[in-house]
Every structure is written in C-alpha cells, then in structure tokens.
C-alpha cells in the first residue's frame, strides 16, 4: 500500500491512518541496556504498530527531531512545546529495514550517554538480543545485568 | 490513497442538543497500550516501545508527544494487585507504570493498562 504524502499532517493523523491500513509487525529484537551501574538492565521492546510505521516508510519524523524536543524539554524554563511542528512537517523518513528501524528506536527511546559510548568501559553497556536469549521466567530480575564476558567480538559474529 | 476531511466546529443531534467538537479533540484519549510482563504490546496506539524497567516497573515511549508532562496517565492492573502511574520520570514523550502486591511493595503483575489524556504537541 503506498503512503499518501504526510508531510505537513500531523503525526497523530498519520498513526491514524497507519492504524486503519497497516498490519502491526511483532519484532523478536530486543534491546538490553544498562542506563545505571546500580540497576538492573533494562529491556526495550518495539511497539507492534510502530515497527509496522517504520518498515511502511513516509510516515515517522527523523529521529533527530525528537532529539530537538528533548533538548527543549530539558531547558530549566520550559513549560510546554513550541517547536511540536517539527514533528509534523519535518519531511518523514522513507521505509528502513527491521534492523535499521531499531537502530532508530534506541536513538529515540534509549538514554543518548547509553547508546553514545554503548561500548565503552569494562563491558558493553547494550545489546540488541532475540527475544529466545532472555530468561524464560522473570525470578531475579531486578539483578540482571548484561554480562561481563560478552566481547564486541562475538558481538559482531 | 486520499485522506478525507470533515470540517466542523459543532456535533449536533438532532434532539440531544449540540457538542463542541473541540470536547471530541480534546477529551479523546491520546495513546494507550495494553500489555503483560514480557512487554509485548497486545493493543496500543500511538507508543513507540515499552521498556521492562526491572519487577513491577514498566515505561511507554509515545511516537507522537504530548505538549508537556503535564498529562493525565491512567493506569489498570489485572490480579487485584496495585499499580500508579509514576509523575517522577515523566516526560512529554515517556509515561511510567509501577505495580506493586498488596503490601506495597514493587511486584510483576500481567495486563498492564495505561491511556494518556491531554494535548499533544
């Protein structure tokens, strides 16, 4: 199905209209971070509707922009957006690839100090896993941690 | 594919009286999801990811921001257990749920609920 032109619609409208016509698309990716050296890791999973937005195309802001609007929301007067227009008439990006689609997504959901140096100091402090390499219970969660013998290495393989 | 469009200010009825369509926009739920412990969104509109935080802590990233954090989040848990929507890490485009057992303390719970109301941005 082609994506009308969005552009200059806003993005409510285009979830919308992705809702009605798109079928959602459940990803087996998971991404594990460790945000704090006293937490337990965390696990990001992709929303189904959302996943199927990226693989569509022309439909979802480049990320940047939700950087834009982070940077206004941290400014110690901010009361509300202005600059929500970015998000509407920015020009959407064109369809990724499911890997390429969470690539956006830890660039728009993880802390930026994780996914920036995700591999500096003593262990990676993320990893993008299927979902079949997590536990199978949740017993302990609040103590799991990425481990420590993973190496970029056989990140790679 | 072309998008039609209604333009209207007013909803009337034709014996129940009239509704500014603003009440429509405005009142409308803005997002939701529905989902267990695993995280996996069974029903949702308008979220990007949830993240599984650690037992009973769970986040939902919005694709289309609110205006501010100053939003409404509701919250429902299954099992009778106990759940909030946390207002410390709240952002524009991030909502929290925590649940937790009978004794308040934090503890996995399945159909997890969450709807946000307000402006978006």
Known sequence: MQTPEFQGTHLFDRLCWAKENLDGVQSDYRVVYEDSIDECAKILVPDPNWMACALQGGILPPVQVYWELAKDEAKPDFVKHTRGHLLHNTKPVEAMTEEQAIEYLIMKDCPQHVWRNWNEGNKPKMVICRKEQLPSTREWRNAWKITEELSVTELAA | ?121
């Open chain 2, 1 to 121: 594919m072309a998008l039609g469009k209604i333009k209207a200010d007013t909803l009337e009825h034709s014996t129940a009286g009239s509704l500014d369509t603003q009440y429509v926009v405005k009142g409308s739920a803005k997002a939701w999801a529905k989902f267990d412990t695993d995280a996996v969104i069974d029903e949702g509109f308008n979220s990007s990811s949830v993240t599984d935080n650690g037992t009973g802590d769970f986040s939902l990233s919005l694709t289309s921001s609110m205006s501010s954090s100053l939003y409404i989040a509701l919250t429902t848990c299954g099992n009778a257990k106990h759940c909030q929507s946390s207002e410390g890490s709240r952002t524009s485009s991030l909502g929290k749920i925590l649940t937790f057992d009978n004794s308040h303390n934090a503890n996995d719970v399945n159909d997890l609920n969450i709807t946000f109301n307000g402006d978006l941005a």
